[in-house]
Nanobody
Framework: VQLQASGGGLVQAGGSLKLSCAAS????????MGWFRQPPGKEREFVAA????????YYAVSVKGRFTVSRDNAKNTLYLQMNSLKPEDTAVYYC???????????????????WGQGTQVTVSS
């Protein structure tokens, strides 16, 4: 599966952005999906995950209550709605996919085989 992330940009603290990740090449609904981010000078970290059907989601503590992950399997697209953004949310955001037959979700980057190219999110104070 090929993944294309988009929707990043520059936003002031307290603002919102919605990231999208368009998938192609395989049956999107067969993949558990995740969002990760890599802040400047830091390692990549988990942000959110969603099961194949979208019925199960899981968030990093740092974003829970502010970010919402969702998917539209008919449109082959994953989303990340980010509200109440903080300067510490500044990072390159990546979407990732893992072929899954169990309905599970995954929060470690080693669980994901397919990755998008990343989209930059910058939050100014």
């Amino acid at each position: 599966v090929q993944l294309q992330a988009s929707g990043g940009g520059l936003v002031q603290a307290g603002g919102s952005l919605k990231l999208s990740c368009a998938a192609s090449g395989r049956t999107f609904s067969n993949y558990a999906m995740g969002w990760f981010r890599q802040p400047p000078g830091k390692e990549r970290e988990f942000v959110a995950a969603i099961s194949r059907s979208g019925s199960i989601t899981y968030y990093a503590v740092s974003v829970k209550g502010r970010f919402t992950v969702s998917r539209d399997n008919a449109k082959n697209t994953l989303y990340l709605q980010m509200n109440s953004l903080k300067p510490e949310d500044t990072a390159v955001y990546y979407c990732a996919a893992n072929l899954d037959y169990s309905g599970s979700l995954y929060y470690t980057d080693t669980s994901y085989r397919y990755w998008g190219q990343g989209t930059q999110v910058t939050v100014s104070s």
